[in-house]
């Protein structure tokens, strides 16, 4: 199976067009699935997240 990302610049609020992104996807072939569409800064946030535990706690543990 492939794989294809799809990465979309807006201005306004990115989680407003996961339905209109979907329904021009499907449009063009119905059996394309969408799945686990996010905004850049959860992917960013997720990236991040255990550098940031770790960050906190060794912070936490060295006073």
Do not use: C, K, Y
Not at 14 to 26: C, F, G, K, Q
Not at 42 to 54: F, G, K, M, N
Request: no cysteine; glycine share 4%.
């Amino acid at each position: 199976m492939t794989m294809m990302r799809l990465a979309v610049r807006t201005q306004g609020d990115p989680a407003a067009l996961t339905a209109p992104i979907r329904n021009l996807l499907r449009g063009r072939d119905a059996n394309i699935p969408l799945a686990e569409p996010a905004t850049m800064l959860a992917i960013l946030d997720d990236a991040i997240a255990e550098h940031r535990v770790i960050t906190a706690s060794l912070g936490l543990f060295s006073s």
